[in-house]
């Protein structure tokens, strides 16, 4: 199994950013995929999860500022956010688990990808 997390970036304050996550080697309709991130210094916490029926669940610091969609077709998934805040920079990994609801410990995921640095400059 191999997730690879990509769009990572440098971006100003308020701008945006697209992050992807190619899925290989697994029955990728069948997982509930998620992105979570980690600052230096912070734990690993859960940025958004969507379910493969598509049913979404945001932490509630980024409700209003991004957007997560799968594309079972082409085994990816995508996180769109905007209006980025410096507090937002860290790396942000994609994970997937077979338990049927988005869960928020990173313990209960069975699979990451790499990470894609994401930097938010003030």
């Known amino acids: 199994v191999q997730l690879q997390a990509s769009g990572g970036g440098l971006v100003q304050a308020g701008g945006s950013l697209r992050l992807s996550c190619a899925a290989s080697g697994l029955t990728f309709g069948g997982y509930v995929m998620a992105w979570f991130r980690q600052a230096p210094g912070e734990q690993r916490e859960l940025v958004a999860g969507?379910?493969?029926?598509?049913?979404?669940k945001y932490a509630d610091s980024m409700k209003g500022r991004c957007t997560i969609s799968r594309d079972n077709a082409k085994n990816t998934m995508y996180l769109h956010m905007n209006s980025l805040k410096p507090e937002d920079t860290a790396v942000y990994y994609c994970?997937?688990?077979?338990?049927?609801?988005?869960?928020?410990?990173?313990?209960?995921?069975?699979?990451w990808g790499q990470g894609t640095l994401v930097t938010v400059s003030s």
């Open positions: 994970a997937a688990q077979r338990m049927n609801r988005v869960l928020v410990s990173s313990r209960f995921y069975e699979y």
């Open positions: 969507i379910t493969s029926s598509g049913t979404t």
